[in-house]
């Protein structure tokens, strides 16, 4: 593919697969499709070098990416992988990043220190995790969150409470960890939630009456814990548009 000339809203470019001469405008990763045939071209690099490479290594390290196009972010992914292999400058230098999807990876608290420091981060996934109660308070600086899950984790009452920061969190998942809902009216962003899961807790009748300041929940899980019918007819009395999953 070779350019042949500049024009007012574009690159004049000859497509690789169909050979159709098109107008094309790279896009902010510098990819464009083809308006014949629609594939993908590269009609110039990154601009930043560095984030190839860092991209690069963050590929061997296992991550696969993905392209937010409206927030002009990536997204990306690791399973099964030791976070002490990627560092801070490697996440930093391919651009901003609004979801991190770490399930079933191992985290230590300085791993988690380096993932701290992505404040453009608006999905975090910890599911399946080591991570710790201490560690959560890390957590509590992406104040940008709007869905975190900490499902299949250690996670208690008492460290939900250090996450008061997360002003924008809208959908927390909390499947198969420790949570008993002793405090659940106490946490700063209940009344903000839409969707909260908690099935496979052992949360009871009174865990659930404490969800009545939740009045923006649209969704809830709350299959296999010790929730009664009879604490499922109340909730759904206080919570009238809010669909409930139970066992």
Not at 193 to 199: R, T, V
Request: aromatic share 6%; proline share 3%; net charge neutral.
């Amino acid at each position: 593919m070779k350019p042949t000339a500049m024009e007012p809203f574009g690159h004049s470019w000859r497509c690789h697969v169909c050979r159709a001469s098109i107008v094309i405008q790279a896009s902010f990763f510098g990819d464009a499709t083809c308006s014949k045939c629609g594939s993908l071209l590269w009609p110039r690099p990154p601009r930043d070098q560095k984030a190839v490479r860092s991209r690069n290594r963050l590929s061997h390290a296992g991550a696969k990416f993905g392209i937010d196009r409206e927030n002009r972010s990536w997204k990306i992914q690791f399973s099964h992988v030791e976070m002490e292999e990627i560092t801070t400058e490697q996440l930093k230098q391919i651009g901003p990043i609004t979801e991190l999807y770490l399930y079933d990876c191992r985290i230590s608290k300085y791993s988690l220190s380096i993932l701290s420091e992505l404040r453009t981060l608006e999905v975090l996934e910890l599911g399946c995790t080591n991570i710790t109660e201490n560690s959560l308070a890390l957590v509590n600086r992406l104040t940008q969150l709007e869905l975190l899950a900490l499902d299949e984790t250690n996670i208690t009452d008492e460290s939900l409470g250090q996450l008061y920061q997360l002003s924008n969190l809208w959908s927390l998942d909390l499947d198969q960890t420790k949570i008993q809902g002793t405090n659940l009216a106490q946490l700063p962003f209940i009344g903000q939630l839409e969707c909260l899961s908690l099935s496979q807790t052992n949360i009871d009748d009174q865990a659930l009456d404490q969800l009545h300041f939740a009045t923006k929940l649209e969704e809830l899980w709350v299959e296999n814990t010790k929730v009664t019918a009879r604490g499922l007819r109340r909730i759904k009395k206080r919570l009238p548009n809010c669909i409930i999953h139970s066992s």
